[in-house]
């Protein structure tokens, strides 16, 4: 089944402890990207990358770093995470070009005590 | 400056009558518009899209209706059904880039 996989559903963490949140996808998309979706502010990007080893900012990088060594995969990096950070984030895959539709994962609900 | 804008938070029908949800945008150079359905602990998922070289796509209780001289779209769902509950958003990306602007998003609830 082609899907977007991302683990864990729910985290608790606490401010400084650094998390990893893992994206996986089996479409062989070139593109991927996470988004935080937060209340009264719909989705907003954070990182996307084009393909393997290439990757840039979205709209609200600060706080987050990501890595695409192989196609299939797009981990989010929260390094000293903080309690703004606290959000359900979304990773996303599609094909390249003109006209083609996200696909997303099922949503990462973390809570940054 | 929020570039897709989703005036109505929420919107009620009841089932068997029309849902309109509308979207508005402020960049001329947005050339490809999306609409994704989300229900709660689910990811968002794909709708219906409608390039620019068209003002109207249909399929099957979905129409969406894109004005761009007034730099509008609008999404019909047509009759609703108590299945359509859910958020929707509107998205627009331009020249086929790697960007896509997202709306904040509307509640549709479809009452019985």
């Known amino acids: 089944e082609a899907q977007v996989t991302q683990n864990p559903r729910y985290l608790i963490t606490v401010t400084g402890k650094k998390l990893t949140v893992t994206c996986s996808q089996n479409?062989?998309?070139?593109?991927m990207s996470w988004y935080r979706q937060d209340p009264g502010l719909g989705l907003r990007q954070i990182y996307y990358?084009?393909?393997?080893?290439?990757?840039d900012k979205g709209d609200v990088p600060e706080g987050y770093k990501v890595s695409r060594k192989e196609k299939r995969n797009f981990p989010l990096i929260l390094e000293s995470p903080s309690p703004n950070q606290t959000s359900l984030y979304f990773c996303?895959?599609?094909?390249?070009?003109?006209?083609?539709?996200?696909?997303f994962g099922s949503g990462t609900q973390l809570s940054v005590l | 400056d929020q570039q897709v804008k989703q005036n109505s938070p929420s919107l009620s029908v009841q089932e068997g009558r029309i849902s309109i949800l509308n979207c508005d945008y402020t960049?001329?150079?947005?050339?490809?518009f999306l609409w994704y359905k989300k229900y709660p602990a689910e990811g968002p998922t794909f709708l219906i899209s409608?390039?620019?070289?068209?003002d109207k796509n249909e399929d099957g209780r979905f129409t969406v209706f894109l004005n761009k001289s007034a730099k509008h779209l609008s999404l019909h769902i047509v009759p609703s059904q108590p299945g359509d509950s859910a958020v929707y958003f509107c998205?627009?990306?331009?020249?086929?880039?790697?960007?896509?602007?997202f709306g904040k998003g509307t509640k549709l609830t479809v009452n019985p």
């Open positions: 479409m062989n998309h070139e593109y």
């Open positions: 996303a895959s599609r094909l390249q070009g003109f006209g083609e539709k996200l696909f």
């Open positions: 409608i390039s620019s070289i068209k």
């Open positions: 990358s084009m393909n393997v080893e290439v990757t």
């Open positions: 960049n001329s150079m947005f050339d490809y």
């Open positions: 998205a627009a990306s331009k020249g086929g880039s790697e960007k896509l602007v």
